[in-house]
């Protein structure tokens, strides 16, 4: 009897070593990703703050979780490989236009906190597509 429990003691000290050594993988890769997305990071362009509060860019959007809308990665990636993406997308955050990813249309400037120039909307679509 005791001699058959030694075998099996052993094969579950294996599998345990076997499992820590995943979970030791496991880490390293996530360590990994978390250090490729900070690297990716140095390519996102800089919040354009005072633009992004004065226009409640926010308060319905995330960077990266989907909310009352599109998250801003999600975006980005849609549009990677559309050329002309930011025009159209500028005159979008300007003027308005049928929404693209559901029924919910984005509101107006006017409605956002007041009226956006071409410049600005120029900063904030480069900055959404950047991340
Ligand atoms: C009141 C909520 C709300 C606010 C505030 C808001 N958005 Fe949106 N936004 C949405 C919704 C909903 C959509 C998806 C509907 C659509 O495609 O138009 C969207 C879509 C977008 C898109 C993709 C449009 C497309 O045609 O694919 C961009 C880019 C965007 N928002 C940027 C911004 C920026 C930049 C700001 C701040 C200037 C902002 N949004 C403020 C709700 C909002």
């Known amino acids: 009897m005791a001699c058959k429990?030694?075998?099996l003691a052993h094969g579950r000290l294996h599998s345990l070593r076997?499992?820590?050594?995943?979970?030791?993988?496991?880490r390293t890769v996530a360590v990994l990703a978390v250090s490729l997305q900070a690297a990716g990071a140095f390519?996102?362009?800089?919040?354009?703050?005072d633009l992004v509060d004065q226009q409640h860019?926010?308060?319905?959007?995330?960077?990266?979780?989907?909310f009352l809308a599109p998250s801003?990665?999600?975006?980005a990636e849609h549009?990677?490989?559309?050329?002309?993406?930011?025009?159209?997308?500028?005159?979008?955050?300007r003027h308005g236009g049928k929404a693209h990813w559901g029924?919910?249309?984005?509101?107006?400037?006017?409605?956002?906190?007041?009226?956006l120039s071409a410049g600005d909307a120029r900063t904030l679509v480069r900055w959404v597509l950047s991340q």
């Open 5 to 7: 429990r030694i075998p």
């Open 18 to 26: 076997r499992l820590r050594a995943s979970v030791v993988f496991v």
């Open 43 to 49: 390519a996102e362009l800089p919040e354009p703050t």
């Open 57 to 66: 860019c926010m308060f319905c959007h995330t960077s990266d979780a989907p």
């Open 72 to 75: 801003f990665h999600q975006i």
């Open 79 to 93: 549009y990677r490989d559309t050329p002309n993406a930011s025009t159209m997308l500028e005159d979008k955050l």
């Open 103 to 115: 029924d919910m249309a984005m509101p107006l400037p006017e409605d956002r906190g007041g009226p």
